[in-house]
């Protein structure tokens, strides 16, 4: 088992351009999240998504979209990349709980 | 509000010197807290539990109710111990977690 999965790794892209980050997990997990590191600030919540079909705003969503796609998949776009969105993007899934969360590697992103 | 507040950014020990990572938490409920790990160039991982006691790799912490505390200890530091350590909130009828700041230790030899 893969566990939960990201991509890309690594993305460097010019103020105003859009991506999407990947992430998918193999574990049968409802609850999917997309959190944000930055130093000194911790772990930030973006966007989550309790089971297939839902999402629902973090504490930090201004700036991203989210997809559900199926029940292993969960995209975060960036529409118009800021300087601010520089940052470290972590997926994460969960049992029904959100207790016991299951993290990717992470994509570093910077936004020149 | 809830609220996780980890107060050092960064400790610096020497091996086999005890440890103490610091978390304080505001949940007018009960709360459930949790510590995660991040070793260098891996993912965050979940380190202990207050509910289960148990103690992983050297580390336990209890959960103070009257302090509302769950720092992190083990009594003699590591250099494999050397991360980034979050302490996490679980709210009540919720499915998310609330993460502080996160504390890096870093263990000297």
């Known amino acids: 088992n893969a566990g939960v999965t990201q991509t890309p790794k690594f993305q460097v892209l010019k103020t105003g351009q859009s991506m999407t980050l990947q992430c998918a997990q193999d574990?049968?997990?409802?609850?999917m999240y997309w959190y944000r590191q930055d130093p000194g600030m911790g772990l930030r919540l973006i966007y989550y998504?309790?089971?297939?079909?839902?999402?629902d705003k973090g504490e930090v969503p201004n700036g991203y979209n989210v997809s559900r796609l199926n029940k292993r998949e969960f995209s975060l776009r960036l529409e118009s990349a800021a300087p601010s969105q520089t940052s470290v993007y972590f997926c994460?899934?969960?049992?029904?709980?959100?207790?016991?969360?299951?993290f990717g590697p992470g994509t570093r992103l910077t936004v020149l | 509000a809830q609220r996780v507040t980890q107060p050092e950014k960064l400790l610096s020990v020497f091996k086999g010197a005890p440890v103490e990572l610091k978390c304080n938490y505001s949940?007018?409920?009960?709360?459930?807290l949790f510590w995660y790990v991040q070793y260098s160039r891996q993912r965050l991982q979940l380190l202990l539990r207050?509910?289960s006691r148990e103690s992983i790799k050297g580390f336990t912490a209890d959960l103070n109710k009257g302090e509302t505390s769950f720092h992190l200890k083990k009594p003699f530091a590591q250099e494999e111990d050397s991360a980034m350590y979050y302490c996490?909130?679980?709210?009540?009828?919720?499915?998310?977690?609330?993460f502080g700041t996160g504390t890096r230790l870093q263990v000297f030899p």
């Open positions: 994460a899934s969960s049992d029904d709980s959100g207790r016991f969360q299951f």
């Open positions: 574990m049968n997990h409802n609850s």
């Open positions: 998504s309790a089971s297939e079909g839902t999402t």
């Open positions: 949940y007018s409920g009960s709360p459930e």
């Open positions: 207050h509910i």
């Open positions: 996490a909130l679980g709210a009540y009828n919720t499915d998310k977690l609330i």
